[in-house]
């Protein structure tokens, strides 16, 4: 599939803002074998005095700038055309979760991709009792990791509501868990809090959904805005699998990554700080367009 991928960020300043600086993770990656972005650009205005195009350790592309002047109006836009050609379900044949316990002690690499660096408990993934005692009645020792995915992810999606008005994006994970309601960024916290204390490798993905489905196909939740799901480690055979609680499915043709990490610290898509006497608004839109439908 081809999608033409627009997003645009704006923030007014009731009083001009000094000292601005803004870090956006949001340009979809290149995956081999997967995802192929054509072409990608983040147009700024006004002009930031200083700008850096670089990738973060986990590959995630990453633009910061900086704004010397006072400005009342910041606008960042991306656009960018990308080809998916796969998505992200189990391929190879899944560990059982006693063989993934071996097979994690005898991991030496430490590269951006090792399962190593998504094991333990991180800021918006800490431990938490209630949601390991949840999900230790879904995991088995000798069941294949991915189908724990699987059914976790099921799990989560017919237990919980989407509601885009029930959280906040510093809502904590055990609460929205308790409440049983939340968006994508909370689905995802809660599966990856579940895997974790299985001892299941996961992280946080990053990206968008295609906008517009098929047709005949149900619209899926979650797609005017980026969008949010899990990636796990289902053994040195199945690799990297991905799953979309919202939406109780693997990642397919209609998830485009635009970054990887432990939780939605590492790859959210805006971050950051300003200097103002009063208060500020944001807006942001989101355009998935298949091109050619």
Not at 46 to 71: H, I, K, Q, W, Y
Not at 217 to 231: I, N, S, T
Not at 249 to 265: E, K, L, Q, S, W
Request: proline content about 7%; glycine content about 10%; overall charge negative.
């Amino acid at each position: 599939m081809l999608y033409d991928i627009k997003l645009a960020l704006d923030y007014a300043f009731e009083a001009p803002a000094a000292g601005a600086r803004q870090i956006l993770r949001a340009m979809p990656l290149n995956i081999p074998d997967r995802q192929r972005l054509i072409t990608g650009a983040v147009s700024v205005a006004p002009l930031p005095s200083s700008r850096v195009d670089r990738f973060d350790f986990f590959g995630n592309a990453v633009t910061e700038m900086a704004f010397s002047e006072a400005c009342r109006n910041i606008v960042i836009s991306l656009d960018a055309r990308v080809e998916v050609t796969a998505g992200a379900a189990p391929v190879g044949p899944a560990s059982t979760l006693h063989e993934l316990q071996e097979q994690i002690r005898a991991l030496r690499d430490l590269g951006s991709h090792s399962p190593m660096h998504f094991l333990a408990a991180s800021r918006y993934a800490p431990e938490d009792p209630g949601i390991h005692n949840w999900a230790s009645g879904h995991g088995g020792g000798y069941r294949a990791v991915s189908d724990i995915v699987s059914d976790l992810g099921h799990a989560i999606n017919t237990e919980m509501r989407f509601d885009a008005d029930a959280t906040t994006v510093d809502t904590p994970a055990a609460e929205a868990f308790a409440a049983r309601h939340g968006v994508c960024q909370d689905f995802t916290h809660i599966m990856i809090i579940a895997l974790r204390g299985l001892g299941i490798p996961c992280g946080y993905v990053s990206g968008y959904l295609r906008t517009l489905p098929p047709p005949g196909q149900p619209r899926l939740e979650g797609a005017d805005a980026m969008h949010a799901w899990v990636c796990a480690w289902c053994g040195p055979d199945a690799g990297w699998v991905e799953y979309d609680p919202t939406n109780a499915t693997f990642a397919g043709t209609d998830h485009i990554v635009a970054g990887y990490g432990r939780d939605y610290a590492d790859v959210a898509p805006i971050r950051g700080a300003i200097r103002t006497s009063g208060g500020h608004t944001s807006n942001q839109s989101v355009d998935v367009i298949p091109v050619g439908s």
